[in-house]
């Protein structure tokens, strides 16, 4: 290993990556450098893209409030969904307003803006602290390049834009803290932003900017930010507050309790497990950031101006802690707020080693590029694999096909073929066993191929299986005749 870095050092191979870096930022213009490489990375996915995961839980709560008027309580299809606010699903549905239906577009557009807006966020905090074009390019690579990140580029899911929300309220609070004073307008401001994130996700993510914040500023005795704290939370509150008691009905509690892990209704993994995968998630920011922290610890001297480093850290990584420790474990995409800050670090890294040690932040930009050529051939290949990227789509449009021919409601079991019904049109029903073996006929219904076996028994003669759906034939397609 020592052999290696002596080698590295020796060698004229780092200074050229460096160099060759350095030539790019200074030949264009690094907006549209980002922008360009948003288009090219998250475009084809917008498109080519089908559902996964569990984002058809976000599209049907924007579909429902679209066609059945639900928009305060969220529904999917006919089942009430108030774990909590979504406001993602809400965007998604004004958005599909016009277009008369929700579509994958409008669905994945919120996810890709916000994309493109960290990394801009990124870029303008890095050169707002004196770093070099180079380097807040880097640091917008870097946030690109996170595996976490690549996963998330079109993925419909509240996490992305709460992180990039949670640090534009990080970035406007350090913004007037730099000058000395933060002004009552900011504060508001930053009140509306906090107010937007927790309306994506409940209030507890509020905590990377409240407990990070808060730390430094009890850290720093900046006791005359306090007052302002104090009305940003009350901003903050207000619409969370209103919306909660709004849709309150006797029990809902207990369903908040567990979305929150209050009471925790699934053991994930446990801190140690958590923190490697989350390091494994973050990388290359993580690495880069620990470059920057422990270099800067080892001069001993400020490199930007003085109290950032604290701040962000204290942003970074006070409410992961806690995160880490929370009862009942976590998941890697609970720190996506982290991966920007470290992004930051990772930036600043680039001036701190870039000229005087390149053997250490070479082997990093090489890492990340490596990271965003295999986003690039992700993305450019999707269009070709529509079996591995599509399915939920292409099963979709058999079903249709099946459902217009021969007209009638659709009945689905719990979350069978998530991904699959939020792009067939008609009337869908969620609905227990019980409810599908009186439902009147004609029917379609949807659920796991041993429930179907069961209720076949119990609807001998008029019901019979039409398909099978699912990747892997999970689920029975059934139809009821009269």
């Given at each position: 290993m020592t052999?290696?870095?002596?080698?590295?050092?020796a060698s004229p191979?780092?200074?050229?990556?460096?160099?060759?870096?350095?030539a790019?930022a200074?030949r264009v213009n690094?907006?549209?450098?980002?922008?360009?490489?948003?288009?090219v990375?998250?475009?084809?996915?917008?498109?080519?893209?089908?559902?996964?995961a569990?984002e058809g839980?976000?599209?049907?709560?924007a579909?429902?409030?679209?066609?059945?008027?639900q928009?305060?309580?969220?529904?999917v299809?006919?089942?009430?969904?108030?774990?909590r606010?979504?406001?993602?699903?809400?965007?998604?549905?004004?958005i599909?307003?016009?277009?008369g239906e929700?579509?994958?577009?409008?669905?994945?557009?919120p996810?890709?803006?916000?994309?493109?807006?960290g990394?801009?966020?990124?870029?303008?905090?890095?050169?707002?602290?004196s770093?070099?074009?180079?380097?807040?390019?880097?640091?917008?690579?870097l946030f690109l390049?996170?595996p976490?990140?690549?996963?998330?580029y079109?993925?419909?899911?509240a996490?992305l834009?709460?992180?990039?929300?949670?640090?534009l309220?990080f970035?406007?609070?350090?913004?007037?803290?730099?000058k000395?004073s933060i002004?009552?307008l900011?504060?508001?401001?930053?009140g509306v932003?906090?107010?937007f994130?927790?309306l994506l996700?409940g209030?507890?993510?509020?905590a990377y900017?409240?407990l990070?914040?808060g730390?430094y500023?009890?850290v720093?005795r900046?006791?005359?930010q306090l007052?302002?704290?104090?009305?940003?939370?009350?901003i903050?509150?207000?619409?969370?507050?209103?919306w909660?008691?709004?849709?309150?009905t006797p029990g809902?509690?207990?369903?908040?309790?567990a979305?929150?892990r209050?009471?925790?209704?699934v053991?994930?993994?446990?801190?140690?497990?958590?923190?490697?995968?989350?390091?494994?998630?973050?990388?290359p920011?993580?690495?880069?950031a620990?470059v920057f922290?422990i270099g800067s610890?080892?001069?001993?001297?400020?490199?930007?101006r003085?109290?950032?480093?604290?701040?962000?850290?204290?942003?970074?990584?006070?409410?992961?802690?806690v995160?880490?420790?929370?009862?009942?474990?976590s998941l890697?995409?609970?720190y996506?707020?982290?991966?920007?800050?470290?992004s930051v670090?990772?930036?600043?890294?680039?001036?701190?080693?870039?000229?005087r040690?390149?053997e250490?932040?070479?082997p990093?930009?090489?890492?990340?590029?490596?990271?965003l050529?295999?986003a690039?051939?992700?993305?450019?290949?999707?269009?070709?694999l529509?079996?591995?990227?599509?399915?939920?789509?292409?099963?979709?449009g058999?079903?249709?096909?099946?459902?217009?021919?021969?007209?009638?409601?659709i009945?689905?079991?719990?979350?069978?073929a998530?991904n699959?019904?939020?792009?067939?049109?008609?009337r869908?029903?969620?609905?227990t066993?019980?409810?599908m073996?009186?439902?009147?006929a004609?029917a379609?219904?949807?659920?796991?191929?041993?429930?179907?076996?069961?209720?076949?028994a119990r609807?001998?003669?008029?019901?019979?299986?039409?398909?099978?759906l699912?990747d892997?034939?999970?689920?029975?397609l059934?139809?009821?005749?009269?």
């Amino acid at each position: 290993m020592t052999s290696l870095a002596a080698g590295l050092r020796a060698s004229p191979i780092p200074g050229r990556i460096i160099a060759a870096w350095n030539a790019l930022a200074a030949r264009v213009n690094p907006v549209a450098l980002i922008a360009a490489a948003c288009v090219v990375l998250v475009g084809p996915l917008i498109v080519f893209r089908g559902y996964n995961a569990d984002e058809g839980l976000a599209v049907s709560i924007a579909r429902t409030a679209l066609e059945d008027g639900q928009w305060l309580v969220p529904y999917v299809f006919n089942m009430r969904w108030i774990e909590r606010p979504t406001l993602l699903s809400w965007v998604i549905a004004a958005i599909s307003a016009p277009f008369g239906e929700v579509n994958q577009i409008t669905a994945r557009l919120p996810i890709a803006l916000s994309v493109l807006a960290g990394c801009l966020l990124i870029y303008w905090l890095l050169r707002q602290v004196s770093a070099s074009v180079a380097a807040a390019l880097f640091g917008a690579a870097l946030f690109l390049a996170c595996p976490l990140v690549i996963r998330s580029y079109v993925t419909i899911t509240a996490d992305l834009p709460l992180a990039v929300l949670l640090f534009l309220a990080f970035c406007l609070w350090w913004s007037g803290n730099a000058k000395g004073s933060i002004s009552v307008l900011r504060w508001l401001a930053i009140g509306v932003v906090l107010a937007f994130a927790g309306l994506l996700k409940g209030p507890q993510p509020i905590a990377y900017f409240a407990l990070g914040v808060g730390l430094y500023v009890l850290v720093t005795r900046s006791w005359r930010q306090l007052p302002g704290l104090i009305l940003a939370g009350l901003i903050c509150a207000a619409p969370l507050a209103a919306w909660y008691a709004a849709v309150y009905t006797p029990g809902d509690e207990g369903s908040w309790a567990a979305f929150m892990r209050v009471r925790p209704a699934v053991l994930l993994p446990g801190p140690l497990r958590a923190a490697f995968d989350t390091l494994v998630e973050t990388l290359p920011a993580a690495l880069a950031a620990a470059v920057f922290l422990i270099g800067s610890a080892v001069r001993g001297r400020e490199f930007v101006r003085p109290g950032f480093i604290p701040a962000l850290a204290c942003y970074a990584f006070t409410a992961a802690v806690v995160i880490l420790f929370w009862p009942g474990g976590s998941l890697p995409r609970y720190y996506l707020p982290m991966v920007l800050p470290l992004s930051v670090f990772g930036g600043l890294g680039y001036d701190l080693f870039g000229a005087r040690r390149p053997e250490i932040v070479a082997p990093i930009l090489v890492f990340t590029v490596a990271l965003l050529t295999y986003a690039l051939i992700y993305a450019l290949v999707s269009p070709l694999l529509p079996q591995q990227y599509r399915q939920a789509r292409i099963e979709a449009g058999e079903l249709t096909a099946l459902v217009q021919a021969a007209p009638a409601p659709i009945y689905r079991y719990g979350d069978t073929a998530l991904n699959t019904l939020p792009y067939v049109p008609g009337r869908i029903v969620i609905a227990t066993e019980d409810e599908m073996a009186a439902a009147p006929a004609p029917a379609w219904m949807i659920l796991p191929a041993d429930q179907a076996e069961a209720l076949l028994a119990r609807r001998p003669g008029k019901l019979r299986v039409v398909r099978p759906l699912g990747d892997v034939g999970q689920w029975r397609l059934l139809r009821l005749d009269p």
